[in-house]
């Protein structure tokens, strides 16, 4: 049973910074996702187990910054210059593979989520 566990959301300032975390119990290609009330899950990042490579949707590029620590399993989304319509629960996301995708339904196994707070 793979496990991911969130941790680092909470409420920030615009123009501020958090770090989310989400531990594995192996190591697979992960992404972040979230979702604002009343709206889809939208992709955030992406990270390859393989060769981290990564890819990021276009309204986070150049703020946030996908990265992963493979003796540890966890994989780190840092978000500087956060906006008010960054305000979402964000969630871990794994897939048994070597590539990234920004497709929700390529991920098999999601974390509970963690809420992200942006006030103006």
């Known amino acids: 049973q793979v496990q991911l566990v969130e941790s680092g959301g909470g409420l920030v300032q615009a123009g501020g910074s958090l770090r989310l975390s989400c531990a594995a119990s192996?190591?697979?290609?992960m992404a972040w996702f979230r979702q604002a009330p009343g709206k889809e899950r939208d992709f955030v990042a992406a990270?390859?187990?393989?060769?981290?490579?990564?890819d990021y949707a276009d309204s986070v590029k150049g703020r946030f910054t996908i990265s992963r620590d493979n003796a540890k399993n966890t994989v780190y989304l840092q978000m500087n210059s956060l906006k008010p319509e960054d305000t979402a629960v964000y969630y871990c996301?794994?897939?048994?593979?070597?590539?990234?995708?920004?497709?929700?339904?390529?991920?098999?196994?999601w974390g509970q989520g963690t809420q992200v707070t942006v006030s103006s």
């Open positions: 996301a794994a897939r048994d593979s070597r590539l990234g995708a920004r497709e929700k339904d390529k991920y098999r196994y």
């Open positions: 192996g190591r697979y290609t």
């Open positions: 990270i390859s187990w393989y060769d981290v490579n990564t």
